[in-house]
Nanobody, 121 residues
Framework: QVQLVESGGGLVQPGGSLRLSCVASGSIFSINDMGWYRQAPGKQRELVARITSGGSTNYADPVKGRFTISRDNAKNTVYLQMNSLKPEDTAVYYC???????????????WGQGTQVTVSS
């Protein structure tokens, strides 16, 4: 199996910063895309940012220019640097990884347990 462990969430004031981390471990042959999603109360889970194995990134419009996604392939880790946080960024943030467990297998999607980010004064 593949396990994802997120860290770095918490309470921050508007305009502040947080850095989320997600480490993938377990039976992994290769990792393709890595990304972050978020889900606010009463809303659907939405994409925040994704990064390919080659380093190409895409961001949701509400976070462009404020959030930066990066990855360390040697550590099977993806990061989300969040700056200029707003109250509307409050949500549970989930890590998502597409990975192969074996050379012959297709990519499967794996999710972390989520980490709470609260932006409030």
């Amino acid at each position: 199996q593949v396990q994802l462990v997120e860290s770095g969430g918490g309470l921050v004031q508007p305009g502040g910063s947080l850095r989320l981390s997600c480490v993938a471990s377990g039976s992994i042959f290769s990792i393709n895309d890595m990304g972050w999603y978020r889900q606010a109360p009463g809303k659907q889970r939405e994409l925040v940012a994704r990064i390919t194995s080659g380093g190409s990134t895409n961001y949701a419009d509400p976070v462009k220019g404020r959030f930066t996604i990066s990855r360390d392939n040697a550590k099977n880790t993806v990061y989300l640097q969040m700056n200029s946080l707003k109250p509307e960024d409050t949500a549970v943030y989930y890590c998502n990884v597409r990975a192969k467990r074996f050379p012959w297998s297709a990519d499967d999607a794996y999710w972390g347990q989520g980490t709470q980010v609260t932006v409030s004064s």
